[in-house]
């Protein structure tokens, strides 16, 4: 029975030996960061939120679908993101005081970033009937 201690201890600190080597410290460089995908072009990209004092932040969405956006007045606080997103079967595109939004086919979104006060129609130019208002205020 002698022979199985000294095997154990052996074993034991073979087992120490590979869990230190293999866990990692602190001096162990940070994991590699995960890879990102290339945005495919023409595809919806999300427009980031700008960050409002306190750390709150303004993300409001207006649906297109069924030959209209809901809601069709929007009031938001500046600065605000509006997330344009289609629901309807037929292809969208928002055009507004000063941006002109890519192309939405179902289920696909785009935002724009309302900076200043003021009331800004938008419509859709691929399905006339379909327009709005964003109210921005301070």
Same mark, same amino acid.
């Given at each position: @029975?002698?022979?199985?201690?000294?095997?154990?201890?052996?074993?034991?600190?073979?087992?120490?030996?590979?869990?230190?080597?293999?866990?990692?410290?602190?001096?162990?460089?940070?994991?590699?960061?995960?890879?990102?995908?290339?945005?495919?072009?023409? !595809?919806?990209?999300?427009?980031? !939120?700008?960050?409002?004092?306190?750390?709150?932040?303004?993300? #409001?969405?207006?649906?297109?679908?069924?030959?209209?956006?809901?809601?069709?007045?929007?009031?938001?606080?500046?600065?605000?993101?509006?997330?344009?997103?289609?629901?309807?079967?037929?292809? !969208?595109? +928002?055009?507004?005081?000063?941006?002109?939004?890519?192309? @939405?086919? &179902?289920?696909?979104?785009?935002?724009?970033?309302? &900076?200043?006060?003021?009331?800004? #129609?938008?419509?859709? +130019?691929?399905?006339?009937? +379909?327009?709005?208002?964003? +109210?921005?205020?301070?």
């Amino acid at each position: @029975m002698r022979w199985w201690r000294p095997s154990l201890l052996a074993a034991a600190a073979l087992a120490l030996a590979l869990a230190a080597c293999t866990h990692g410290g602190p001096e162990s460089p940070p994991p590699a960061p995960a890879s990102q995908q290339t945005p495919t072009p023409g !595809a919806a990209q999300p427009t980031p !939120a700008p960050a409002l004092p306190g750390g709150a932040v303004c993300i #409001e969405t207006v649906v297109i679908q069924d030959g209209r956006a809901a809601p069709e007045t929007l009031n938001v606080t500046a600065p605000c993101v509006v997330l344009f997103s289609n629901r309807g079967e037929s292809v !969208a595109q +928002i055009q507004g005081h000063d941006f002109l939004l890519g192309e @939405m086919a &179902k289920d696909q979104s785009w935002a724009h970033t309302y &900076k200043e006060p003021g009331a800004f #129609e938008y419509v859709d +130019i691929r399905n006339a009937g +379909i327009r709005g208002r964003v +109210i921005v205020r301070r």
